[in-house]
């Protein structure tokens, strides 16, 4: 079986692409379950995701979708919401979804992934960018109010490496994600991104596996012909670790798949 739950459209203004034109790629590359996990509304940075207006529609267009392609490949609805401290609304976290990833994409309202605030990473410690980074993933984890952990180490987005070995910096959110039975995608972004790397890295994937973390797929597409991206390397690296299932969800509920 193959999974992809990690996918954008148009409608978070910064994707390229229908539902329709996703899902048909998507069954051309005979993806069996497949994802839609749009940026949340949030009221902060609201230009690159979905408005809260737009939540039915979005909704809407998914639960059409699932219904038109069911004889082809599962549909699955969810959300890619930010962990950001006084910014997550009810409506997203109570959302009738599959699936809520929870990712990290600001520190302190810095969006250190941005090319555009690129400036943020030369006037700070890049040891304790790392550090704050896990400490909200930590926080993230702890809070109960996701199923998935997108792209564990996104911080290592433009190469900017730490001096403290990065097991250590992750540790405490590791067993955080653990405690709060969060399961661990296997994003590909990070191999379109300066980085050249599967997030997480296979020494994180390691210690996930250790503590026996489940995993799941995605490709994180912004782009249609990003469906799928490297889904060979993305495999081999799980299966180089040690896992054989991977996890996929209905109504929040979960399912192991062997992949
Ligand atoms: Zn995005
Ligand atoms: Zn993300």
Not at 29 to 55: N, Q, V
Not at 60 to 66: E, F, H, T, V
Request: glycine share 6%.
């Amino acid at each position: 079986m193959r999974i992809d739950l990690h996918n954008h459209t148009k409608r978070c203004n910064h994707a390229e692409g229908t539902i329709d034109e996703y899902i048909q790629r998507a069954i051309e590359l005979g993806i069996d379950i497949y994802g839609f996990s749009e940026h949340a509304p949030m009221d902060f940075d609201e230009t690159y995701r979905l408005s809260f207006k737009e939540m039915d529609a979005y909704r809407a267009d998914i639960l059409n979708a699932k219904e038109r392609y069911k004889k082809e490949i599962q549909i699955l609805l969810g959300y890619e919401v930010d962990y950001l401290p006084g910014h997550m609304d009810e409506r997203v976290l109570n959302a009738k979804v599959d699936y809520l990833i929870g990712s990290v994409h600001f520190i302190d309202k810095w969006s250190f992934d941005n090319p555009e605030f690129i400036g943020g990473w030369k006037s700070k410690n890049i040891d304790e960018i790392w550090q704050a980074y896990f400490e909200a993933t930590t926080d993230m984890a702890k809070s109960g109010k996701f199923d998935i952990v997108g792209h564990l180490d996104l911080i290592k987005v433009f190469k900017y490496l730490p001096k403290q070995d990065v097991r250590l910096l992750a540790q405490k959110a590791l067993h955080a994600i653990k405690k709060s039975n969060m399961v661990l995608e296997l994003n590909a972004s990070g191999l379109r991104k300066p980085i050249t790397e599967i997030y997480p890295s296979k020494a994180l994937l390691e210690m996930a596996y250790e503590l026996e973390i489940p995993i799941t797929f995605g490709s994180d597409a912004h782009a249609v012909e990003q469906v799928g991206f490297h889904y060979e390397r993305v495999i081999t690296l799980a299966k180089e670790v040690g896992y054989t299932k991977a996890v996929t969800f209905q109504d929040r509920d979960r399912q192991l798949i062997t992949f």
